[in-house]
């Protein structure tokens, strides 16, 4: 089946220790994105990556990290997460800019 | 920086009645892509409908459909027939060349029994 995979769905961490969010697509898809959804603000970009090895800063990139060493997997990585950060964050991918992402079933992070 | 409108954020439909949420962008551009996505309460994502902006004909996908005008820089997404299972938010999303995916602020559909 089709799909963008994150883990995990839940998590519940401390404010400063460091977290990584996991995201993979088995579409073959170039295109791999980081949202996050807070009420009332939409979904607003973290991060995108074009190809392997190429990402560049969304609309909200502070304090977050990410890497692409591999087509699939494009991680989301909090170095020290803040409470700041508590929000719903969602991965997709694409291959065509046209055809709109595909996304994950979203990670709710609470960072206390 | 493109930007994406929904002025209405909250909306509410009798069944089987026809709904229609606003969008309006912001873009210097002349090819772009434009997406309705629908997400439930299961929070999934889901894509409703698109529109390439080279393209006069509006999208229609079964019950949903979209007015697009370009000129005005409008995207309305039009559902008939409402039903239960339509209520969700809704996200009106632009694309380019250019930019990545970029939304709106959702507006949320209440279907009325």
């Known amino acids: 089946e089709a799909q963008v995979t994150q883990n995990p769905r839940y998590l519940i961490t401390v404010t400063g220790k460091k977290l990584t969010v996991t995201c993979s697509q088995n579409?073959?898809?170039?295109?791999m994105s980081w949202y996050r959804q807070d009420p009332g603000l939409g979904l607003r970009q973290i991060y995108y990556?074009?190809?392997?090895?190429?990402?560049d800063k969304g609309d909200v990139p502070e304090g977050y990290k990410v890497s692409r060493k591999e087509k699939r997997n494009f991680p989301l990585i909090l170095e020290s997460p803040s409470p700041n950060q508590t929000s719903l964050y969602f991965c997709?991918?694409?291959?065509?800019?046209?055809?709109?992402?595909?996304f994950g079933s979203g990670t709710r992070l609470t960072v206390v | 920086a493109q930007t994406v409108t929904q002025s209405q954020p909250e909306m509410s439909v009798q069944e089987a009645e026809t709904v229609t949420l606003s969008c309006t962008y912001d873009?210097?551009?002349?090819?772009?892509?434009l997406f309705w996505y629908k997400q439930p309460p299961s929070r999934q994502m889901i894509l409703v409908i698109r529109?390439?902006?080279?393209?006069?004909q509006n999208a229609t996908e079964n019950r949903f459909s979209v007015n697009f005008q370009k000129a005005a820089k409008s995207f309305s997404l039009k559902i008939s027939d409402s039903q239960l299972g339509d209520a969700a938010m809704y996200f009106c999303?632009?694309?380019?060349?250019?930019?990545?995916?970029?939304f709106g602020k959702g507006t949320r559909l209440s279907v009325i029994a």
């Open positions: 873009t210097s551009e002349s090819d772009y892509y």
């Open positions: 529109q390439e902006a080279y393209k006069q």
């Open positions: 999303a632009y694309n380019s060349g250019n930019t990545p995916l970029v």
């Open positions: 990556s074009m190809n392997v090895e190429v990402t």
């Open positions: 997709a991918s694409s291959d065509h800019r046209g055809r709109g992402y595909t």
């Open positions: 579409m073959n898809h170039e295109y």
